[in-house]
Protein backbone atom coordinates (compact mmCIF):
# COMPACT_ATOMS: atom_id res chain seq x y z
CA UNK A 1 0.00 0.00 0.00
CA UNK A 2 2.69 2.09 0.85
CA UNK A 3 4.30 1.06 -2.46
CA UNK A 4 1.84 2.31 -4.24
CA UNK A 5 0.98 5.74 -2.42
CA UNK A 6 4.84 6.30 -3.30
CA UNK A 7 4.28 5.53 -7.02
CA UNK A 8 0.90 7.73 -7.28
CA UNK A 9 2.77 10.65 -5.61
CA UNK A 10 5.62 10.03 -8.20
CA UNK A 11 3.25 9.97 -11.13
CA UNK A 12 1.48 13.31 -10.38
CA UNK A 13 4.46 15.17 -9.66
CA UNK A 14 5.77 14.18 -13.33
CA UNK A 15 2.36 15.21 -14.55
CA UNK A 16 2.57 18.52 -13.08
CA UNK A 17 6.05 19.32 -13.91
CA UNK A 18 4.59 18.18 -17.90
CA UNK A 19 2.02 20.44 -17.29
CA UNK A 20 4.23 23.86 -16.71
CA UNK A 21 6.78 22.98 -18.66
CA UNK A 22 6.24 25.01 -21.96
CA UNK A 23 6.14 23.64 -25.58
CA UNK A 24 8.54 25.67 -27.89
CA UNK A 25 4.92 26.54 -29.76
CA UNK A 26 4.22 28.20 -26.22
CA UNK A 27 7.58 29.74 -25.95
CA UNK A 28 7.33 31.03 -29.18
CA UNK A 29 4.11 32.90 -28.81
CA UNK A 30 5.54 34.71 -25.28
CA UNK A 31 8.16 35.92 -27.40
CA UNK A 32 6.33 37.38 -29.96
CA UNK A 33 3.49 38.85 -27.50
CA UNK A 34 6.69 40.74 -25.42
CA UNK A 35 8.11 41.69 -28.20
CA UNK A 36 9.56 45.79 -27.71
CA UNK A 37 11.90 46.34 -29.73
CA UNK A 38 12.89 46.94 -33.39
CA UNK A 39 16.38 47.12 -35.34
CA UNK A 40 17.06 49.93 -37.77
CA UNK A 41 19.35 47.37 -40.05
CA UNK A 42 19.90 49.86 -43.00
CA UNK A 43 21.81 52.11 -40.78
CA UNK A 44 24.96 49.18 -42.11
CA UNK A 45 25.77 51.36 -45.33
CA UNK A 46 26.94 54.47 -42.89
CA UNK A 47 29.17 52.80 -40.38
CA UNK A 48 32.65 53.85 -41.84
CA UNK A 49 31.10 57.54 -42.41
CA UNK A 50 28.86 58.38 -38.96
CA UNK A 51 31.04 61.49 -38.24
CA UNK A 52 30.44 63.17 -41.60
CA UNK A 53 27.09 62.23 -41.94
CA UNK A 54 26.39 63.15 -38.37
CA UNK A 55 27.77 66.37 -39.28
CA UNK A 56 25.69 66.97 -42.61
CA UNK A 57 22.96 66.09 -40.66
CA UNK A 58 22.79 68.38 -37.49
CA UNK A 59 23.61 71.30 -40.06
CA UNK A 60 20.70 70.40 -42.52
CA UNK A 61 18.12 70.20 -39.52
CA UNK A 62 19.65 73.06 -38.14
CA UNK A 63 18.93 75.19 -41.11
CA UNK A 64 15.64 73.43 -41.51
CA UNK A 65 14.28 75.21 -38.39
CA UNK A 66 16.39 78.34 -38.55
CA UNK A 67 14.95 78.78 -42.77
CA UNK A 68 11.50 77.92 -41.24
CA UNK A 69 11.23 79.58 -38.01
CA UNK A 70 12.55 82.70 -39.81
CA UNK A 71 9.50 82.46 -42.32
CA UNK A 72 7.17 81.87 -40.07
CA UNK A 73 7.96 84.85 -37.33
CA UNK A 74 8.56 87.01 -40.83
CA UNK A 75 4.66 86.44 -41.65
CA UNK A 76 3.79 86.84 -37.64
CA UNK A 77 5.26 89.59 -36.72
CA UNK A 78 4.11 91.53 -39.98
CA UNK A 79 0.16 92.64 -40.40
CA UNK A 80 0.19 93.28 -44.11
CA UNK A 81 1.41 89.84 -44.20
CA UNK A 82 -1.83 88.64 -42.08
CA UNK A 83 -3.24 87.19 -45.51
CA UNK A 84 -4.43 83.53 -46.80
CA UNK A 85 -2.09 82.82 -48.38
CA UNK A 86 0.71 84.10 -46.14
CA UNK A 87 -1.10 81.94 -43.31
CA UNK A 88 -1.44 78.80 -45.17
CA UNK A 89 2.49 79.58 -46.17
CA UNK A 90 3.43 79.93 -42.12
CA UNK A 91 1.15 76.60 -41.56
CA UNK A 92 3.40 74.84 -44.56
CA UNK A 93 6.44 75.87 -42.79
CA UNK A 94 5.11 74.99 -39.08
CA UNK A 95 4.17 71.43 -40.99
CA UNK A 96 8.14 70.95 -42.14
CA UNK A 97 8.73 71.69 -38.56
CA UNK A 98 6.84 69.02 -36.87
CA UNK A 99 8.35 66.30 -39.48
CA UNK A 100 11.45 67.22 -39.13
CA UNK A 101 11.32 66.86 -35.38
CA UNK A 102 9.87 63.27 -36.13
CA UNK A 103 13.11 62.27 -37.44
CA UNK A 104 16.21 64.23 -37.13
CA UNK A 105 16.77 64.05 -33.27
CA UNK A 106 16.44 60.05 -33.57
CA UNK A 107 18.29 60.04 -36.69
CA UNK A 108 21.61 61.77 -35.16
CA UNK A 109 21.08 59.74 -31.91
CA UNK A 110 20.97 57.02 -34.25
CA UNK A 111 24.11 57.74 -36.31
CA UNK A 112 26.27 57.92 -33.40
CA UNK A 113 24.94 54.69 -31.23
CA UNK A 114 27.12 51.33 -31.97
CA UNK A 115 23.15 49.56 -32.01
CA UNK A 116 20.25 51.51 -33.69
CA UNK A 117 17.87 49.68 -31.67
CA UNK A 118 14.18 51.09 -31.51
CA UNK A 119 11.59 50.66 -29.13
CA UNK A 120 8.08 49.10 -30.44
CA UNK A 121 6.00 52.55 -29.18
CA UNK A 122 8.74 54.51 -29.88
CA UNK A 123 8.74 52.97 -33.45
CA UNK A 124 4.84 53.13 -33.88
CA UNK A 125 5.15 57.23 -32.94
CA UNK A 126 7.43 57.65 -35.07
CA UNK A 127 5.77 56.26 -38.14
CA UNK A 128 2.48 58.26 -36.95
CA UNK A 129 4.55 61.76 -36.99
CA UNK A 130 6.40 61.00 -39.83
CA UNK A 131 2.77 59.73 -42.06
CA UNK A 132 1.03 62.71 -40.73
CA UNK A 133 3.62 64.98 -41.77
CA UNK A 134 3.51 63.94 -45.37
CA UNK A 135 -0.29 63.76 -45.62
CA UNK A 136 -0.62 66.92 -43.66
CA UNK A 137 1.60 68.84 -46.58
CA UNK A 138 -0.12 66.93 -49.03
CA UNK A 139 -3.18 68.95 -47.62
CA UNK A 140 -2.31 71.93 -47.22
CA UNK A 141 -0.25 72.03 -50.83
CA UNK A 142 -4.01 71.35 -51.78
CA UNK A 143 -5.65 74.39 -50.21
CA UNK A 144 -2.95 76.40 -50.84
CA UNK A 145 -4.33 75.36 -54.78
CA UNK A 146 -7.30 76.33 -53.97
CA UNK A 147 -6.51 79.64 -52.27
CA UNK A 148 -4.78 80.53 -55.55
CA UNK A 149 -7.68 79.29 -57.93
CA UNK A 150 -9.71 81.91 -56.22
CA UNK A 151 -7.39 84.61 -55.89
CA UNK A 152 -6.91 84.23 -59.88
CA UNK A 153 -10.26 82.81 -61.11
CA UNK A 154 -12.99 84.36 -58.75
CA UNK A 155 -11.00 87.54 -57.12
CA UNK A 156 -14.12 89.44 -56.84
CA UNK A 157 -15.27 86.35 -54.86
CA UNK A 158 -12.55 85.83 -52.75
CA UNK A 159 -13.29 87.72 -49.72
CA UNK A 160 -16.43 86.84 -49.20
CA UNK A 161 -15.20 83.01 -49.76
CA UNK A 162 -11.92 82.76 -48.36
CA UNK A 163 -12.99 84.05 -44.73
CA UNK A 164 -11.12 83.72 -41.88
CA UNK A 165 -13.62 81.22 -40.76
CA UNK A 166 -12.81 79.05 -44.07
CA UNK A 167 -9.44 79.63 -43.40
CA UNK A 168 -9.30 78.15 -40.14
CA UNK A 169 -11.69 75.09 -40.78
CA UNK A 170 -9.82 74.26 -43.88
CA UNK A 171 -6.06 74.95 -41.77
CA UNK A 172 -8.29 72.02 -39.28
CA UNK A 173 -8.83 69.85 -41.76
CA UNK A 174 -5.27 70.00 -43.26
CA UNK A 175 -3.97 68.99 -39.66
CA UNK A 176 -7.03 66.89 -37.80
CA UNK A 177 -7.93 64.98 -40.56
CA UNK A 178 -4.18 62.80 -41.36
CA UNK A 179 -3.83 63.12 -37.48
CA UNK A 180 -7.20 61.12 -37.13
CA UNK A 181 -6.68 58.59 -40.08
CA UNK A 182 -3.34 57.78 -38.77
CA UNK A 183 -4.40 57.37 -35.54
CA UNK A 184 -6.74 54.19 -36.62
CA UNK A 185 -3.76 53.32 -38.73
CA UNK A 186 -1.15 52.67 -36.12
CA UNK A 187 -4.04 51.12 -34.08
CA UNK A 188 -4.51 48.52 -36.48
CA UNK A 189 -1.15 47.75 -36.17
CA UNK A 190 -0.53 47.41 -32.81
CA UNK A 191 -3.58 44.52 -32.63
CA UNK A 192 -0.68 42.34 -35.07
CA UNK A 193 1.83 39.78 -33.71
CA UNK A 194 5.31 40.15 -35.11
CA UNK A 195 8.07 37.43 -35.49
CA UNK A 196 10.76 39.94 -36.73
CA UNK A 197 12.27 42.34 -35.63
CA UNK A 198 14.59 43.88 -38.41
CA UNK A 199 13.19 47.47 -40.39
CA UNK A 200 15.38 47.46 -43.55
CA UNK A 201 14.80 51.37 -43.48
CA UNK A 202 16.63 54.03 -41.09
CA UNK A 203 13.29 55.12 -40.08
CA UNK A 204 10.09 53.65 -39.28
CA UNK A 205 6.72 53.28 -41.63
CA UNK A 206 4.09 51.68 -40.92
CA UNK A 207 3.84 49.72 -43.93
CA UNK A 208 7.45 48.00 -43.01
CA UNK A 209 6.31 47.74 -39.51
CA UNK A 210 2.76 45.41 -40.66
CA UNK A 211 5.77 43.03 -43.15
CA UNK A 212 7.43 42.22 -39.62
CA UNK A 213 3.97 40.18 -38.16
CA UNK A 214 4.17 36.68 -38.44
CA UNK A 215 3.15 34.49 -40.98
CA UNK A 216 -0.36 33.41 -40.84
CA UNK A 217 -1.07 36.92 -39.05
CA UNK A 218 -4.14 38.60 -41.21
CA UNK A 219 -3.49 42.17 -42.71
CA UNK A 220 -6.26 42.50 -45.15
CA UNK A 221 -7.70 44.88 -42.84
CA UNK A 222 -4.45 47.34 -42.51
CA UNK A 223 -3.55 46.47 -46.60
CA UNK A 224 -7.45 47.60 -47.01
CA UNK A 225 -7.12 50.56 -44.74
CA UNK A 226 -3.95 51.76 -45.79
CA UNK A 227 -4.94 51.60 -49.82
CA UNK A 228 -8.62 53.66 -48.80
CA UNK A 229 -6.37 56.27 -47.36
CA UNK A 230 -3.87 56.35 -50.30
CA UNK A 231 -6.64 56.83 -52.37
CA UNK A 232 -8.14 59.78 -50.37
CA UNK A 233 -4.84 61.30 -50.65
CA UNK A 234 -4.95 60.45 -54.56
CA UNK A 235 -7.55 62.58 -54.76
CA UNK A 236 -6.26 65.36 -53.21
CA UNK A 237 -3.44 65.79 -55.85
CA UNK A 238 -6.43 65.14 -58.71
CA UNK A 239 -7.91 68.44 -56.93
CA UNK A 240 -4.79 70.25 -56.89
CA UNK A 241 -4.15 69.55 -61.15
CA UNK A 242 -7.79 70.39 -61.31
CA UNK A 243 -7.33 73.75 -59.91
CA UNK A 244 -4.41 74.50 -61.56
CA UNK A 245 -5.66 73.97 -65.17
CA UNK A 246 -8.77 76.21 -64.11
CA UNK A 247 -5.83 78.72 -62.89
CA UNK A 248 -3.81 78.24 -66.52
CA UNK A 249 -7.14 78.96 -68.74
CA UNK A 250 -7.59 82.19 -66.93
CA UNK A 251 -4.30 83.40 -67.17
CA UNK A 252 -3.94 83.21 -71.14
CA UNK A 253 -6.14 85.21 -71.06
CA UNK A 254 -5.03 88.28 -69.36
CA UNK A 255 -1.40 90.14 -68.61
CA UNK A 256 -2.08 90.81 -65.63
CA UNK A 257 -3.11 87.25 -64.29
CA UNK A 258 0.09 85.53 -66.16
CA UNK A 259 2.26 87.91 -63.56
CA UNK A 260 0.53 87.53 -60.44
CA UNK A 261 0.58 83.68 -61.75
CA UNK A 262 4.54 83.66 -62.26
CA UNK A 263 4.64 85.80 -58.62
CA UNK A 264 2.38 83.48 -56.24
CA UNK A 265 1.75 80.15 -58.16
CA UNK A 266 5.12 78.94 -59.36
CA UNK A 267 6.24 78.36 -56.63
CA UNK A 268 3.60 76.49 -55.82
CA UNK A 269 3.87 74.26 -58.78
CA UNK A 270 7.45 73.72 -58.36
CA UNK A 271 6.91 72.47 -54.36
CA UNK A 272 4.05 70.85 -55.66
CA UNK A 273 5.85 68.38 -58.46
CA UNK A 274 8.92 68.21 -55.98
CA UNK A 275 6.93 66.68 -53.36
CA UNK A 276 5.52 64.34 -55.67
CA UNK A 277 8.32 62.93 -57.20
CA UNK A 278 9.53 62.29 -53.46
CA UNK A 279 6.72 60.94 -52.39
CA UNK A 280 6.01 58.47 -55.50
CA UNK A 281 9.33 57.33 -55.69
CA UNK A 282 9.44 56.20 -51.91
CA UNK A 283 6.01 54.25 -52.15
CA UNK A 284 7.80 52.48 -54.94
CA UNK A 285 10.64 51.87 -53.27
CA UNK A 286 8.62 50.70 -49.94
CA UNK A 287 6.25 48.66 -52.18
CA UNK A 288 8.80 47.28 -55.11
CA UNK A 289 12.00 47.69 -53.77
CA UNK A 290 14.60 46.71 -56.13
CA UNK A 291 17.90 45.28 -54.50
CA UNK A 292 19.83 46.11 -58.03
CA UNK A 293 20.34 49.76 -56.27
CA UNK A 294 23.11 50.61 -54.03
CA UNK A 295 21.90 50.95 -50.16
CA UNK A 296 22.93 54.36 -49.47
CA UNK A 297 20.43 55.16 -52.69
CA UNK A 298 17.56 53.53 -51.41
CA UNK A 299 18.35 55.31 -47.95
CA UNK A 300 18.76 58.71 -49.59
CA UNK A 301 14.93 57.69 -51.15
CA UNK A 302 13.31 56.73 -48.12
CA UNK A 303 14.57 60.05 -45.87
CA UNK A 304 14.32 62.59 -48.74
CA UNK A 305 10.81 63.33 -47.59
CA UNK A 306 12.05 65.18 -44.34
CA UNK A 307 15.45 66.47 -46.10
CA UNK A 308 14.57 68.20 -49.52
CA UNK A 309 10.43 69.89 -48.84
CA UNK A 310 11.40 71.14 -45.35
CA UNK A 311 14.50 72.88 -46.31
CA UNK A 312 13.86 74.23 -50.26
CA UNK A 313 9.87 75.44 -49.34
CA UNK A 314 11.02 78.48 -47.32
CA UNK A 315 13.99 79.52 -49.29
CA UNK A 316 11.65 79.13 -52.16
CA UNK A 317 8.62 81.02 -51.18
CA UNK A 318 11.16 83.68 -49.38
CA UNK A 319 13.12 84.49 -52.70
CA UNK A 320 9.91 84.16 -55.08
CA UNK A 321 7.11 85.94 -53.26
CA UNK A 322 7.88 89.93 -53.31
CA UNK A 323 6.07 90.62 -49.80
CA UNK A 324 8.30 88.53 -47.54
CA UNK A 325 11.43 88.92 -50.30
CA UNK A 326 11.24 92.37 -49.42
CA UNK A 327 10.20 92.39 -45.43
CA UNK A 328 13.27 90.34 -44.87
CA UNK A 329 15.69 92.64 -46.30
CA UNK A 330 14.18 95.42 -44.75
CA UNK A 331 14.58 93.41 -41.01
CA UNK A 332 18.63 92.40 -42.81
CA UNK A 333 19.02 95.89 -43.10
CA UNK A 334 17.59 97.08 -39.76
CA UNK A 335 19.91 94.60 -38.09
CA UNK A 336 23.00 96.05 -39.71
CA UNK A 337 22.14 99.63 -39.10
CA UNK A 338 22.17 98.14 -35.18
Request: hydrophobic share 50%; with cysteine; net charge positive.
Amino acid sequence: MLEQSKTLQWLLSRRAAHDFTPSPSTHDKLEVNTMEYFTLSAFNDTVNHRAVLFCLSLMCYILIVFFNISLVLTIVLDERLHEPMYILLCVFCINGLYGAAGFYPRFLADVLSSAQVISYGECLCQAFVLYSYVCSDTSILAVMAYDRYLAICLPLEYRTIMTKRRLFELVCFSWLTPFCIFSINIVLTTRLKFCETKIQRLLCVNWMIVKLACPGTNTTINNIYAFTTLSIYILHWFFVVWTYIYIVKTCLQSAEDRAKFMQTCVPNLISLATFFVIVVSDLLHMRYAAKDFPESFQNFVSIAVVVIPPLMNPLLYGFKLTKIRKRILVLIHMRRKS
